[in-house]
Each structure stands twice: as C-alpha cells, then as structure tokens.
C-alpha cells in the first residue's frame, strides 16, 4: 500500500504543478521548469518508496525490464491516473479558472512527438534508475526531470507535451486537451515505453 500511495502523490504533484502554472498563463513563468524541477524532486523522494514511476508508460517500461511486479501494474496505473485527475480538479479549484483545449493540428505529428519524447523518458529511467552500471547513483532525479522538460520545451507546442498518460488525463480535466485526443497520447506513451524497455534489454542484456 505504501508504493500507491507514494505514486499517487508524486504523480498528483507532478499534474498539479503543470496547472499551476499552465493554467494561469502567467508572464515570465516558464511551465516547463517547473515541471521538470516537480518530478525531479518528486523522483527524489519516491524512488527508494515505488520506484518513482508516476506514469503508466514508465511502469510498463519498468515492467518488462523485470524491475516491477506483475501484480503492482494495474494498481500503479490506476493510482497513477486517480492522482492526474485529483490533481487537475485541485489545480483548477486554486486558479479559479479551467483552460482552453489544445488544438492537435496534425494527428501523426503528435503521435510521433509523444512517442519519441515518451521513449526518451522510459529509456532514461531505465539507465539511470535500474541499471547495475548506474546503482546507487546521486543523479537519477535530475536526469529524469530534465529528460521531461527537454521534451515540454521541443514538442510541447505540437503535442501538449504529456508523455504520460496519467498526465493527459489530467490535462483533459483541467480542459488543456480535448477527452476525444487522450487516445493520442495512450497510444503513443505506452508505445514508447514498451519500445524504449525492449531497446534497454537488448543494449544492456549484459549489464542487468
């Protein structure tokens, strides 16, 4: 129970803080650093509790480089997306305000984006979180963080930017994307989580 409840918080701090500060649209506020520093430290405190996954995409990813239970996955992916859609009703209830759905102008664009910058985040975790060659290492929260504002700054405008599906739920609850284009990012994140952990296994085969 105490790895559920840690997903749910860090991935409910991780969404709250993308309405914070998306919602508003607030001069000199700049969202992408402020997600990437929230699941950072989110990552930092949850990882020794669950394994700091706060993403459906990630834990299938963790999955099947052997590093998570069978029996933890739906569970996680249910607390993962519970906490998106707390979060997004909280963000709203402190702006005063829900947003304006995302126009998804090109379909296989955002698909793409979704999943390349999906894949990098699953494939970091991977390395940098599960890896023998990298135990114990003092830099896994940051790698990741980045990895997720890396890909807000490049393909945010294209796709929204989510790279996790319990984030888009959120983002559909906060009306920063229409319910009718989550398909988009399920697809695309769980298939570049499933990618990036086949990637993992076939590079490190050796380096479990």
């Known amino acids: ?5 840690a997903e749910f918080v860090g991935t409910f701090f991780l969404v709250l803080t993308i309405g914070l500060t998306v919602l508003p649209a607030a001069d000199g506020v700049i969202p992408p650093l402020a997600i990437g520093a929230a699941l950072m430290v989110m990552v930092y405190a949850a990882g020794h509790i669950s394994g700091a996954h ?3 995409a990630v834990t299938l ?3 099947i480089r052997g590093k998570c239970d069978l029996k933890d996955v739906v569970p996680y992916w249910l607390v993962q997306v519970l906490a998106g859609l ?3 009703q909280t963000a709203v209830f402190l702006v005063g305000k829900s947003g304006t759905p995302m126009e998804i ?11 390349l910058f999906t894949f990098a985040l699953a494939y970091v975790v991977l390395n940098v979180a599960t890896a023998k060659a990298t135990a114990g290492n003092s830099f ?8 997720v504002m890396a890909g807000a700054f490049s393909v945010g ?8 599906p319990a984030v888009a739920a959120g983002l559909a609850g906060m009306k920063l994307l229409s319910f009718s284009d989550i398909w988009i990012h399920v697809v695309a994140d ?3 989580g499933l990618v990036a952990a086949l990637a993992f296994n076939f590079l490190c085969s050796d380096n479990e």
């Open 105 to 115: 102008k090109d379909v296989p664009q955002a698909l793409v984006a979704e999943f």
């Open 54 to 56: 706060f993403n459906p």
């Open 1 to 5: 129970m105490k790895k559920y409840i």
């Open 157 to 164: 405008g294209i796709s929204g930017g989510s790279f996790n």
């Open 190 to 192: 769980m298939a570049g």
């Open 140 to 147: 896994y929260g940051l790698a990741i963080g980045m990895t």
């Open 86 to 88: 707390a979060a997004a």
């Open 61 to 63: 990813a963790v999955f």
